[in-house]
């Protein structure tokens, strides 16, 4: 319990911490793509994903692996706190999830095998937790950037939730959204796997696939 608030309840506007006018600090290059981290800025023809899918290091990581994902980062997404501080979104005061946000070029890797990437290496069923990690900030979410993301990623959930429904898997709780503004995390959150290869992972391959013809 977090102030009498579950660790799984969303905070309420005037629950929400302030937070802060602007961010406080620089970013600099992507560790591994050597693309810009803050690319507000895109390259001609490219689109914008952001997920949540739990601890953003891990779900970082799969993503600057893919062909045709130009940078990737990690934020904090669809909350009230503006400019949260890393501790300040675990505290479950902010009503952010922690995001990934991918720069990608749909002629290399599409938003549909974006999103089938998404569902699986993740469980899109907990609700406010993944695994272990238990609160708001882990909830599961796609946030999309336009009219045909949206499209896109409501077909695929459904394709995905009937998957799951004749395993017996459970109900997909993912919130599909139009993109709220996205905060950087700070730098040490960035790549955070490239510069820790021992670090904490929570992503793997589920086992539970699209089929063929998805």
């Known amino acids: 319990m977090l102030f009498g608030r579950p660790k799984t309840a ?113 469980d899109p069923t907990q609700g406010m937790r993944q695994g272990n990690d238990v609160g708001t900030q882990y909830r599961s979410a796609i946030y999309f950037t336009t009219p045909e993301q949206e499209a896109t990623a409501r077909e695929l959930t459904a394709i995905y939730g009937q998957e799951l429904e004749r395993r017996s898997l459970g109900t997909i709780t993912t919130e599909i959204e139009p993109a709220p503004t996205y905060y950087y995390a700070e730098d040490q959150h960035q790549q955070y796997l490239a510069k820790n290869p021992n670090g904490y992972r929570c992503h793997a391959n589920t086992g539970v696939v699209f089929p063929a013809d998805a």
């Not at 810009?36 to 799969?62: K, R, Y």
């Not at 893919?66 to 505290?91: I, K, Q, R």
């Not at 290399?108 to 993740?122: P, W």
Request: charged residues 20%.
């Open 10 to 122: 969303l905070p309420t506007p005037d629950q929400a911490l302030p937070g802060r006018p602007e961010r406080s600090f620089t970013l600099g290059e992507h560790l591994v793509l050597g693309t810009p981290v803050l690319s507000q800025e895109i390259p001609a023809g490219h689109e914008v994903a952001i997920f949540g899918l739990g601890c953003f290091w891990g779900a970082e990581e799969f993503y600057w692996q893919l062909d045709g994902v130009w940078s990737t980062s990690v934020g904090y997404a669809g909350g009230v706190t503006p400019h949260p501080t890393y501790e300040e979104v675990c505290s479950g005061r902010t009503g952010h999830t922690e995001a990934v946000r991918i720069v990608f070029d749909p002629d290399v890797v599409s938003f549909a095998d974006l999103v089938k990437k998404f569902f699986e290496i993740h």
